[in-house]
């Protein structure tokens, strides 16, 4: 291949130190992929971020690339159609190609600053090691289909684990215990790592190992237990005084021995998702921010238990788990978490709004240790949406006002003039006339109309200029005088408190 963008065999560091030295959002190169025979590596420079996208052969040897949920799965004879494919804007990728990174020893300047104006040279920034995070490629796959995936580093998850084990003292395991533990390392892992990453936490290999390695335990169990629940059945009614012999040392051992095997048992398993969502060197990595719990209660009747709330920003995960050193019970994305609202009247109360997996919101209350608790849990938050979230708060935003006292006559059958303020007061410019505001609130006066007719001619009138189907925020009625406040849906989940209040008046001494 001559493709000034392609690479060859170079190694993933290699490729983002590359990127680095541009530091122009759109900058890309492919390279060879170092895992998988006859596969490529898109990499691509969005915001001081490189994003890598696995390239693959189909069944008929041609290439596809499933850039985001949504997008249609493409088919290309050749990198150069595919290159060109996703120089287009919106077609699944993080960003457009733009500029494509030639190799070292040759001139970058033509290729990187066509149709720009001179520009002075970015300073270098220091190489990354940056994955696309993995709440994304969890979405995004599918069983059947080729999918996004981040590169894995070279040597493969398998080999690296494999090398542990060898470093190893495994004198006092079993052969056959150990055979388990190599197969499982060797073949099995791969298919926990692939239902990871689809969103379960199921592991079924490593369950098969566990229950491998603890079948003689389990034997021994259930021929252990009828004999201590007979001497439990036996014992269970009050004994007499002087009979109750203590307990032999060795039985309290063996207790701790049980209580230690459950919690080691627990303990594997987290490790091996650590391991398959972070990788195998995540434990040398210091993260930036690290995973913080906090203790709270739900705010629900017949509900006292204690919960916690762990935040992991450098993962983008809101886990919820019942005991602090437990295991996950359910974790949501930040993709997940609609909305924060902070309680007025009780300081240390916030509820959540959450996603379901049928794109349903789910409300849940939760009452911290103090104010101070809450607050650092909603920086937290914030802080994770910021890091991981794709889309920008506005700068700025516009409200639509209008009054209009219909003296209880009905409205006309098209009212969309109204929103265009196309009257004889002042105006906007025409350009501007198809701009739709980002909130509209609407009084009325003398109006003969229902709550639920009145706003659905307001969404029908705004859906009918802007193509947008407006959410109702408020509607607030007091006799004949009556306010609706409409938003975008996406800033639906920005708003999270509404204050009305009365004002006296010398009509009736109060509206």
């Known amino acids: 291949m ?125 190489p990354r090691s940056i994955s696309v995070p993995v709440n994304e490629t969890k979405e995004d796959l599918s069983p059947n289909d080729y999918t996004q995936m981040t590169e894995v580093s070279t040597p493969p998850l398998s080999e690296i684990l494999l090398q542990r ?6 004198s006092n395991i079993p052969e056959e215990h150990l055979k388990l533990i190599q197969d499982y390392l060797r073949v099995h892992i791969t298919n926990d790592l692939e239902t990871v990453q689809l969103g379960s936490w199921n592991l079924p290999q490593l369950k098969k190992l566990l229950a ?9 169990l259930s021929r252990t237990l009828p004999s201590l629940e007979s001497i439990q059945m036996v014992f269970d009614q009050q004994l007499s005084p002087g009979t109750h012999r203590p307990s032999q040392p060795s039985f ?29 060197d995540s434990t040398h990595r210091r993260s930036l921010i690290p995973p913080v719990t906090f203790e709270v209660k739900p705010d629900c009747l017949g509900i006292s238990s204690k919960i916690h709330l762990k935040v992991d920003v450098e993962m983008g995960k809101l886990i919820i788990k019942k005991a602090k050193d437990g295991p996950e019970d359910k974790f949501y994305t930040h993709k997940k978490i609609l909305q924060l609202i902070k309680s007025q009247k009780f300081p240390n ?56 006292n219909m003296g209880d006559a009905p409205p006309p059958k098209k009212i969309s003039s109204w ?46 200029i802007t193509s947008i189907s407006f959410k109702v925020i408020a509607i607030h009625t007091l006799w004949n005088i009556r306010t609706v406040i409409l938003a975008k849906p996406e800033h639906e989940n920005r708003i999270s408190h509404l204050c009305i209040d009365t004002v006296k008046t010398g009509i009736a001494n109060r509206l």
Not at 165 to 170: E, F, G, M, S, V
């Open 252 to 280: 309290e051992v063996n207790r701790a021995k049980l209580a230690q095997l459950a919690s080691l048992l627990s303990s594997i398993e987290d490790k091996v998702k650590k391991v398959l969502i972070e990788g195998p």
């Open 419 to 464: 929103f265009l303020s196309k009257g004889q007061g002042k105006t906007r410019d025409e350009t501007a006339d198809y701009i739709p505001h980002d909130i509209y609130v609407i009084g009325t006066q003398e109006d003969s109309l229902g709550e639920k007719e009145w706003q659905e001619i307001l969404r029908h009138s705004l859906q009918e």
């Open 349 to 404: 109360k916030l509820v959540i709004i959450l996603e379901t997996e049928k794109e349903k919101a789910q409300r849940k209350e939760y009452v911290f240790a103090d104010s101070k608790k809450r607050e650092g849990f909603c920086q937290l938050l914030q802080q994770m949406k910021n890091k991981h979230s794709e889309q920008p708060e506005p700068d700025m935003i516009t409200i639509f006002i209008g009054t209009w």
């Open 2 to 126: 001559d493709q000034c963008w392609y690479h060859g065999s170079i190694t993933r560091s290699k490729a983002e130190d590359l990127l680095s030295k541009v530091g122009k959002d759109g900058s890309f190169l492919v390279r060879a992929s170092e895992s998988v025979s006859s596969a490529y590596a898109l990499c691509l420079l969005y915001r001081n971020c490189v994003y890598t996208y696995r390239i693959l052969p189909n069944k008929e040897n041609k290439l596809v690339i499933q850039a985001c949920e949504g997008v249609p799965v493409q088919y290309f004879n050749n990198l150069d159609e595919l290159i060109e494919f996703y120089k287009k804007d919106n077609m699944g990728l993080v960003r457009s190609l733009k500029f494509p990174v030639p190799h070292e020893e040759e001139e970058t300047t033509d290729d990187l600053e066509e149709d720009l104006d001179p520009l002075p040279v970015p300073p270098i920034l220091p």
């Open 165 to 170: 084990l060898q470093h190893q003292d495994t």
């Open 212 to 220: 491998g390695l603890c079948k003689g335990l389990f034997n021994e």
